[in-house]
């Protein structure tokens, strides 16, 4: 069983390692190569799993391997789509995606495309669904305790696209991954003549990231169905105190607060009334995101983090910027299928 799935990890920076690791843990995957064109990472990687196979590209793994069951894809955002098609292209069984899926929308929906037409299971890598902390919040949503919900409000650093993307994920968990019907959003980019855009159309220097340029800040609402809304203060806008992944449910009859990340205490608290009191959940993590994967793989059954899950983030990831570039309420899904900021930028 543990020879079963082979796994190739392509992208060993410090989140590839990190997957790769949380491989090694699964015993129906046995990782066997890495592809990497960085010298330093390749040596990291060989210092700690000196066994495994180091390749320059996929291309080179497959002639040298043949096709893994697995493909882990943990590169900068700009490249994911061109190695998601070459992993389905080759035969793989899954893909491993890190997020967010791709820069450009419309690369996102070729991804889901192909892995469905070529019988590809597909996982996009919003892990923070399975934290206990969000199983507990969405089984209290759940239970009707804090009434209707009416808002749910998240906070976070970083750019919107490769940061607020498990915000947007998040959201979309609790309220049982229902589709947003609206988005209305705003982005804020200072003018930075020191990026350049390589002949590749891969971003470099200031105001960029993963190959992209990006935003200092974004704020959006989303719609979603029974008049339910969702808020969005990111980058240089999250309030003081609540600087990573800070949620916030507003119900009728009560509220729920998943804390940021890096905070000492409870993790949880909640208020029905009575103000806010400490709530208790089971902190023992479940199956990983890989272990879920080779289950799906065994048995056939859904993965929470599938592909569709994952497009359904993105495109409302899409439509915050699509809204700030066309200044109107963008109504779902956007139109747009390259990623809205560069026109922003022309």
């Known amino acids: ?20 690791q949380d491989a090694f843990a699964v015993p129906e995957i046995r990782p066997v190569g890495v592809c990497e064109p960085l010298e330093a990472n390749c040596q990291a990687v060989a210092d700690q799993w000196p066994d495994l196979s180091l390749f320059e590209t996929w291309d080179q793994a497959v002639e040298s391997i043949g096709p893994p069951e697995i493909a882990v894809i943990a590169t900068p955002n700009f490249n ?10 080759s035969g793989v069984r899954a893909i491993f995606l890190e997020k967010p899926m791709a820069v450009h929308l419309a690369d996102a929906r070729w991804i889901v495309e192909a892995c469905e037409s070529a019988g590809v299971l597909l996982v996009v890598n919003h892990q923070r669904r399975l934290l206990p902390e969000l ?50 959003g705003q982005v804020f980019r200072a003018p930075n003549p020191e990026s350049v855009v390589g002949e590749d159309g891969v971003w470099t220097g200031p105001g960029c990231r993963y190959g992209h340029p990006v935003e200092e800040a974004a704020l959006a609402v989303a719609g979603f169905p029974d008049g339910v809304r969702a808020e ?7 309030p003081a105190g609540r600087w990573y992944q800070d949620y916030e449910v507003i119900g009728s009859r009560g509220r729920l607060h998943r804390f940021p990340d890096g905070r000492e ?81 022309s």
């Not at 065994?298 to 983030?313: F, I, S």
Request: hydrophobic share 45%; with cysteine.
């Open 265 to 345: 205490g409870p993790r949880l608290e909640i208020d029905l009334g009575g103000g806010w009191e400490p709530l208790p959940f089971d902190e023992t993590p479940g199956p990983s995101a890989l272990a879920r994967l080779a289950r799906s793989l065994e048995t056939g059954e859904n993965h929470p983090m599938n592909g569709r899950v994952g497009l359904a983030d993105m495109e409302l990831v899409t439509a915050v910027y699509e809204s700030a570039a066309r200044r109107v309420r963008v109504e779902m899904p956007p139109s747009a299928g390259r990623f809205p900021l560069l026109d922003l930028l």
């Open 1 to 20: 069983m543990a020879d079963r799935f082979r796994l190739v990890l392509v992208g060993a920076g410090a989140m590839g390692r990190g997957l790769l």
């Open 232 to 238: 969005f203060h990111w980058g240089s806008l999250f």
């Open 80 to 89: 994911h789509a061109e190695l998601a098609l070459q992993a389905v292209a």
């Open 135 to 184: 199983i507990k919040m969405r089984e209290v949503i759940a239970s009707g305790v804090l009434g209707s919900i009416e808002l749910i409000r998240s906070c976070g650093a970083g750019d919107f696209l490769s940061d607020g993307t498990h915000a947007v994920d998040s959201v979309r968990h609790l309220l049982g991954d229902v589709q947003a019907e609206w988005v209305f």
